[in-house]
Every structure is written in C-alpha cells, then in structure tokens.
C-alpha cells in the first residue's frame, strides 16, 4: 500500500486552499515557478516598527518555536517498542503572509492618502511561468509576471506594483521553513533519528523511490489563488530542495475554476450553505454578542475614530467589522503604519488588552458562531 502525506494550504478572508498528497510510493510539484526580483527584503527586515506582533503574522521568533511533534503511541493500547509505519500524515496549513486581499475597502478615513504607507503596495516577489515543452532537448523559456503595466492616473488596485491578496517575501519565507519543517519529520534515516525515528515517510536517497517529488508519491492539488499557488510551490521546495539539487522538478498542479471550486464552502455549489449562515447570524449566540455593549462600542470606535465605511460588493453590505480584521494584520504585519486608536497591540499598562485586541477577539468569535453553526442544536 502506497504511503501517503497530505497537505491543506488554506487562506482565511478567501478561503484559498492549496492541498498536497505526499504518498510514500505518492507525491506532485507545481511548474508555474516563484521568483524574487531585485534584492529583496528578508524577514530580518520587517517586525521592527512594534514592540510585539499577533502570532497571526508568524514573524521569525514565532516561526523558530514550531515543529512537528514526535510520534507518540501511548494511549494506543500498542507496547512501546511496537513496529509502527507511517502511511498517512495530513497537515493543514495556511498560505504566506500577503498583501490585502482587496482593493476598495475603506479601512480608516486616511487608508488611501498619499502621504500614509497603506496607500501604495510594491511587490519585490513576482511569478514566473513556462510554457509547456514538447521537445525534452529545449531549454524552459520562464515568463515574469509584473503589475507595473499602468501609468498615472491609472493604476492598480492597492495604488503599487502588487496584485491584491498576493504572496510577499516574508510570506515566501514562512513557507520555505514550513517545508523544512516537515522535512525534518518526516524524511531522513528512520534508524540515525532519536526524535522522528517513528515519523520517517521518505527513506533518505531510497533507490526505491529516486524522485519523491514526482508522480505517484506526490499530490499537489490547490484553488487558483496566486498567495496559494505559491505558497504550496514555495513549502514543496523547502521540502524537496535535497531531492531536486542540481535537477529540474515538474511537480503537477491539479486545480479548478475557482468559482466552481469545493475546496472551500461554495455557497453557488450548495444553497444550503447559505441558509445554514443566515440561521447562525439570526442565532441566540451570534445575537447577543454583535448586539452586546462591547460591540457598540467597537463600532463607535470604527465610524468615529478611524472614520471607517460600510460599502457594497456584490450586492452585499459590509460594514467596518466585516471587514476590518484584514486591515489591521495587513497593515501591522508588513510594519506599515497603525491609527494611533489602535496602535496598542501588547502594549496597555493595566493588563487589560487593548482596542487592536478587542476588536480581533470579537471578530474571530462571530466568525467562528459562524463557522460551527449547528442547524440541528
């Protein structure tokens, strides 16, 4: 029986999702390359401008504490020297850190003003792309894909050179360990390995299995966002990077219209979704807390304070909490700059947290009295 490792990437404002199957004897990798132009900043550079971040921006010192924990077979009723092999492992990961995911919301009254830093997003990492070759004697002819086609008074999105809701470098970089990361767990020598001796999916340079990146013992399926694509391209490498030195990888990319796709709830797919969501906000639960003091509060500080819109899309109304949470950790975790009403992250005296914190505390909740809805309770 092949072995098997899978692999989520999922994005939560659009919920992107890039998934891998990763079978030992199964595994695929993506051809549409990542690329950074210029010289380009590393995360050293960023995370300087606040005392502390959310671990939502997973900067370097939070990335540092992860790891895949060692196999452990108590509790399993199995002795502890009893022979275990891995033939499955799933993992669900989110893409990279990005740039904001669109471009016409009103964040706070000076969002767009031309002398603030949220104004403009340039992008030092771009896409690369190949055409296909029929002929395995030419060289791969690579494409660079730059958002700088526009000239004043006309423009992108996010006023820069970034596409909305893309891959940054710090974002690159987080995945790139993520890949390392499980490496670390689950390749390599099953009997030189005190810590992941039991976890080995992939025998390091096994004769068996020469290119572990490849069909069938890899599986790369993802949705068709850029910040996902990437994301899952950027981990399989620093998974891969041993087996594909000195090599060129093709790695399959398996996808869909992203309309039509179900890697993520597709309320055109099944109407029952949003009947489902209609019930969670007429629910007990959701109601008493977006009705409660504390919400109108927040709301006051969002129209007052930040100067912060409601606007239409799509023929849906979204006020300033539907969609402020992408605008704070956007904004703080590329160390652009806050409003002073909500530059208090870690930072009040009292040991009361402050409004960046309340605010992010209350959205996750009525997201998640959303997302664990229970029609039949």
Not at 47 to 55: A, D, G, L, T, V
Request: aromatic share 10%.
């Amino acid at each position: 029986m092949h072995k098997r490792y899978i692999l989520f990437f999922t994005s939560n404002m659009m919920k992107a999702i890039t998934f891998f199957s990763l079978a030992s004897n199964s595994y695929t990798v993506a051809l549409t390359s990542e690329k950074t132009t210029r010289e380009t900043q590393s995360s050293s550079e960023y995370y300087k401008r606040y005392p502390s971040y959310p671990k939502y921006c997973s900067n370097p010192s939070e990335m540092a504490k992860r790891n895949v924990p060692p196999l452990n077979i108590e509790g399993t009723g199995l002795p502890e020297d009893a022979s275990i092999d891995i033939l499955q492992v799933s993992s669900i990961i989110r893409h990279g850190q990005r740039t904001p995911y669109a471009g016409n919301i009103p964040c706070w009254s000076k969002y767009k003003a031309k002398d603030t830093d949220t104004s403009s997003w340039d992008c030092e990492l771009t896409t690369w792309s190949s055409p296909p070759r029929f002929d395995p004697s030419e060289k791969y002819l690579l494409f660079e894909k730059k958002y700088d086609a526009l000239s004043e008074p006309l423009g992108n999105f996010l006023g820069g050179t970034c596409q909305m809701g893309q891959l940054i470098v710090p974002g690159y970089e987080q995945e790139h360990i993520n890949g390392q990361i499980l490496r670390d767990a689950y390749f390599g020598d099953a009997n030189a390995n005190e810590t992941y001796g039991k976890n080995i999916l992939f025998l390091d340079n096994d004769v068996e299995v020469p290119k572990p990146y490849a069909s069938p013992f890899t599986f790369y399926r993802a949705d068709d966002e850029q910040r996902t694509l990437m994301s899952g391209q950027v981990l399989l490498r620093g998974l891969f990077h041993q087996d594909l030195q000195d090599k060129d990888g093709a790695i399959e990319l398996h996808t869909a219209d992203y309309h039509n796709d179900v890697l993520t709830s597709n309320e055109q797919l099944c109407p029952t979704l949003t009947k489902l969501r209609e019930e969670a906000l007429q629910s007990d639960e959701f109601q008493q807390k977006n009705s409660s003091m504390e919400a109108a509060e927040l709301r006051e500080i969002l129209a007052e304070d930040l100067g912060s819109e409601g606007f239409m899309d799509g023929g849906h109304w979204f006020e300033p909490m539907d969609y402020i949470l992408d605008c704070l950790m956007t904004t703080m975790c590329t160390d652009r700059t806050l409003p002073d009403r909500v530059d208090d992250f870690g930072s009040t005296s009292d040991g009361r947290k402050g409004v960046f914190e309340q605010i992010v505390d209350f959205v996750s909740i009525n997201d998640h009295v959303i997302s664990s809805f229970d029609s039949m309770m």
